[in-house]
């Protein structure tokens, strides 16, 4: 079983082309390869999406990205859905690409942006439907559990220091997990009105998804988590007897690992509390409107968890950097320590306003933004490859797209957008789809060669920009 931190792949340089301000274009050439899988091999397959790469191919002028388009939007879809109907219900188990596992954040968001395709694709709609059914039973199994199998197996952690079970492949707490299930939720209803999915069941994962996020603001103790790992990679395992550092209750959620699932420094972490803020809000108007058995209770208790989470965020994730002004830290502990950084996850601090928790306009997100892209954060690499995002979870001085990416879809600004696009075409190696992380220095140094969340997002980014500026796919770069 391959890991996340495995997969680094090693070429040949990649021959220089044209100079940019900074960085080589890629190889430019007019015949580019069919690298897209075979239609008879592909493991599920959507019209509508089927259309909107015919579409696009024809919107987007550059035939790089137009090709990049081809390939990544539908890769989710060509590569890891599994989809089965079970006792007459739509099942659909997302893997996360390279490694024969669903995660709760990478299976929504792989299939986030077919959303807008559902009412015209029956098909379509009945997968996310089934991915909603088995993240409903994933949270049955296990509200504190990062990552499942679609059957009863035994992981490569079996031998962790935590409750594993036969289902789990890796049993990390990140809060996030929870919130992504509930923003596909919603948004699944508010697209389709479908309300199937949000039976019984579905309404006692929710139970079980607000009291693991009322044991994790620790207000009466660690709660009855804890992580170990035996490891030589520190940030896989968890200090504090696998209870993390201390924290003082405060109102705030604590998340032990963080999406790139690293452990956290302080487990207060920033981007997921406001990413609650949110999910929670969305799960009481799906409660109210949506359940087949409506629960004002939960859905009252869900939006009082918001408000108390909303107070805290005010007060203790704010940092006066000397520098920048006013900022969002990366994770706090409560007792007035901040950890100062971001990385390339999502949620991180410059993703946002993507996942609609802070609004691109906010003063204290202009200056993080500000922050996050100088050399004062130490996971921003510049090279000859490149500028952005890394993160602990790679090497140092590893660029990862998906932090490109969200620099772009959060950006007000043609020429940053631009200049994103400019270096997503460049660094791929000429593989035709997104990497994690690639060096700053020689993209040819990359890691996960099938990372499918990167890949639909890299198609996200391009069908947000035909809908708000559409001169941008005009362009040749």
């Known amino acids: 079983m391959l890991q996340r931190r495995d997969f680094m792949k090693t070429g040949a340089l990649a021959v220089a082309g044209m100079a940019m301000p900074k960085w080589s274009f890629s190889k430019s050439t007019a015949d580019f390869p069919v690298v897209r899988i075979p239609a008879d091999k592909r493991s599920f397959t959507s019209p509508a999406v089927e259309a909107t790469i015919a579409r696009m191919k024809k919107t987007i002028k550059d035939p790089e990205l137009a090709w990049l388009f081809e390939n990544c939007f539908p890769n989710t879809l060509d590569t890891t859905v599994h989809y089965n109907p079970v006792d007459g219900k739509p099942d659909t188990f997302v893997i996360t690409g390279d490694i024969d596992a669903m995660w709760l954040r990478d299976s929504t968001a792989q299939v986030w942006p077919y959303l807008p395709l559902l009412k015209e694709d029956a098909k379509l709609k009945d997968m996310v439907a089934g991915l909603i059914n088995r993240q409903t039973k994933c949270i049955l199994i296990d509200p504190y559990a990062n990552a499942f199998y679609d059957r009863p197996k035994e992981s490569e952690w079996t031998k962790d220091q935590?409750?594993?079970?036969?289902?789990?492949?890796e049993r990390k707490w990140e809060l996030d997990s929870l919130c992504y299930t509930i923003r596909l939720a919603y948004n699944y209803w508010k697209t389709t009105g479908d309300t199937k999915p949000f039976d019984a069941d579905w309404a006692k994962?929710?139970?079980?998804?607000?009291?693991?996020c009322r044991e994790q603001q620790r207000k009466d103790g660690p709660g009855p988590y804890k992580f170990g790992r035996v490891t030589s990679w520190s940030t896989d395992t968890v200090p504090g007897n696998g209870y993390g550092n201390p924290i003082k209750p405060v109102g705030l959620i604590a998340s032990t690992f963080r999406p790139s699932d690293d452990a956290s420094v302080f487990p207060f972490f920033i981007p997921s509390n406001f990413f609650a803020v949110v999910s929670f809000r969305e799960v009481a108007e799906l409660l109210e409107k949506a359940a087949a058995t409506k629960n004002a209770r939960l859905a009252a208790d869900?939006?009082?968890?918001?408000?108390?989470?909303?107070?805290?965020?005010?007060?203790?994730?704010?940092?006066?950097h000397p520098q920048f002004g006013k900022i969002y830290a990366f994770e706090v502990d409560g007792f007035g320590n901040h950890l100062l950084m971001d990385d390339a996850g999502i949620p991180g601090?410059?993703?946002?306003?993507?996942l609609n928790a802070v609004s691109v306009k906010d003063p204290i997100y202009i200056n993080t933004r500000k922050y996050v892209l100088s050399d004062s954060n130490p996971y921003f690499f510049k090279g000859k490859a490149g500028e952005g995002l890394g993160s602990p979870h790679t090497l140092i001085n590893q660029i990862w797209p998906m932090g490109i990416i969200a620099r772009a879809i959060t950006s007000t600004d043609d020429k940053e957008i631009e200049a994103q696009l400019k270096l997503l075409k460049t660094t791929h190696n000429h593989t035709g789809f997104m990497h994690e992380s690639?060096?700053?220095?020689?993209?040819?140094k990359f890691t996960r060669k099938w990372f499918a969340w990167v890949n639909t997002l890299f198609g996200e980014l391009l069908l947000k920009l035909e809908k708000e500026r559409p001169h941008l796919l005009a362009k040749v770069y």
């Open 162 to 169: 935590t409750a594993m079970k036969p289902m789990l492949h």
């Open 205 to 212: 994962a929710m139970e079980l998804v607000l009291q693991t």
């Open 302 to 320: 869900f939006k009082a968890l918001a408000t108390e989470v909303e107070a805290s965020l005010k007060k203790y994730a704010v940092y006066p």
């Open 349 to 354: 601090l410059i993703s946002l306003p993507y």
């Open 438 to 444: 690639f060096d700053k220095d020689d993209d040819s």
